[in-house]
């Protein structure tokens, strides 16, 4: 995960998050999750500079929150589970 820094013109990437998985649903699920947590734990913030001249800062409103998520959280490093087993069904590779 990679969180951008200093003035970023509009349309520039702010956030770019990398997951590898055998299956699509599991990757964006993954992204996603990524994402909730880095905008629970990191005090997030911007300064907005609107067409008029005008500008505002927009805090993280979320960051004293619990961050909640659809799905369960990853397992940690030290309970990993093969990938066959982690999404209910086993592949089978030729060697």
């Given at each position: 995960?990679?969180?951008r820094?200093?003035d970023?013109a509009?349309?520039e990437?702010a956030v770019?998050?990398?997951?590898?998985?055998?299956?699509?649903?599991?990757?964006?699920e993954?992204?996603r999750y990524?994402?909730?947590?880095v905008k629970?734990r990191?005090?997030i913030?911007?300064?907005?500079h609107y067409?008029?001249g005008?500008?505002?800062?927009?805090n993280?409103e979320?960051c004293?929150?619990p961050a909640t998520?659809?799905?369960q959280?990853?397992a940690?490093?030290d309970?990993?589970?093969?990938?066959?087993?982690?999404h209910?069904?086993a592949?089978?590779?030729?060697?």
């Open positions: 995960c990679v969180h820094l200093g970023l509009v349309g990437l770019w998050v990398g997951v590898s998985s055998p299956h699509r649903a599991e990757a964006f993954a992204c990524i994402i909730d947590e629970h990191l005090p913030w911007k300064k907005e067409a008029g005008d500008s505002g800062w927009v993280c979320r004293a929150a998520h659809e799905t959280p990853p940690a490093h309970e990993a589970v093969p990938a066959s087993q982690a209910g069904h592949h089978r590779h030729g060697r």
